[in-house]
């Protein structure tokens, strides 16, 4: 294993906690491969961190450990244990949850997704995929699973150099059959987006719940039906249900069958905001898009989207009606959505009160030291 030396603020950067350094934390680098580990050591020679570097990537090294060892099978299924150990105190009872949140699990690049006896993995660094065998082996060791999903076409990859791929080891026949939070779901771990569902919205579903018994209710962006299906176990009186992809609504459609809900939900496949011209007022409306700002330099026209969409959907809301609007774009703060729903219904000249504020689920940790590990946010308002 080679041995790269840091600079002061690469040190200071390790024992603060970060996990990212970039070449300008690093002294005289030597030719490595993509991924390849190295042992992280200050001037005085002594050992700092254990990491993975790839000179391509922006950020040219990323920490594994702070010990001396070596990521093997042994080291994964120890790291798994402990994250194991939390999700099931978070989430008792339930066999669906992220197992693995990346850096918020101190695995950079690492996702793992567990939906009953298969699981979905995505390694979004060549370091993580050098380590793929290991970590396939440390997953089989601890939860015996029917199959593992290693869902590699992930964008960010392309940004280290690696190709994109699905590889399905063990059996599986999509779409499989699961259950969370007393709801049943198809979800289709090879084709469908991100890992096939949106675990990190559950516990802002079980917010809205609340929120929903008696009412009309617009869901934007519905994707495969977990918010509408949430709504509409809840008591809501109708839900239309609005998203641009005919297989998702399709598995959206079965969804609402498979709990009889099919009767109080209306699926409709359209562009949302050409919906937004036609669509009825509501009492509720969730709008809970995709990521508009995937890279910093994009932030303007992201943001400019996300403040059209929330302007035509205070349109739709009935006095005193819930708006609740998220963003899952890590560029994008809880205080920029904040101004955005300010702008938005001072143009309208109405009020709104922040009832709650939402993040991603307890699965997916935030490492106080990697702020970039919290990117969903959204606010639950009453707007007047």
Known sequence: MKTIFLKPQGVKKILSGRLWLEKRD??????LEPGELTR????????????????????????????????DKNFFLQRFKIALKHRQAAYPNEKCFRLIHGEGDLLPGLTVDVYER????????????????????????????EAVVFKNDLP??????????????????????????????????????????????????????????????LDLYCYTGAFALTAAMAGAKKVLAVDRSEGALALA???????????????????????????????????????????????????NRYLLMNRLAVVKLKAEGILFSSSCSQFLSLNDLKIILQRTTDEYQRY??????GIQALDHPTLLTMPETMYLKALFTRVF
């Open 26 to 31: 690093l002294m005289e680098i030597p030719a």
């Open 40 to 71: 992280l050591m200050t001037k005085e020679g002594q050992f700092a961190a254990l990491a993975y570097v790839n000179p391509k990537s922006k950020v040219m090294a990323r920490i594994l450990s702070r010990r001396e060892e070596r990521p």
């Open 118 to 145: 298969v699981c979905v993995v995505q390694l979004s660094t060549a370091g993580m995929e050098g380590l793929k065998g290991e970590i396939f082996k440390a997953l089989k060791d601890l939860l015996e699973p």
């Open 156 to 217: 960010a990859r392309k940004e280290e150099g690696l190709p994109l791929y699905v590889d399905l080891k063990g059996r599986l026949n999509p779409p499989i059959k699961v259950k969370i939070d007393g709801l049943s779901y198809l979800i289709d771990p090879l084709s469908g987006q991100k890992t096939g569902f949106f675990l990190d919205q559950r516990e802002n579903r079980r917010r809205l719940a609340r929120y929903v018994s008696g009412k009309i209710v």
């Open 253 to 303: 459609q079965e969804n609402a069958k498979l709990n009889r809900l099919e009767e109080k939900i209306i699926f409709l496949q359209d562009e949302v905001e050409k919906f937004l011209s036609y669509a009825p007022e509501a009492e509720v409306i969730i709008l809970d898009p995709p990521a508009f700002i995937k890279h910093r330099r994009h932030f303007r026209a992201g943001y």
């Open 352 to 357: 709104a009160q922040i009832l709650e504020y």
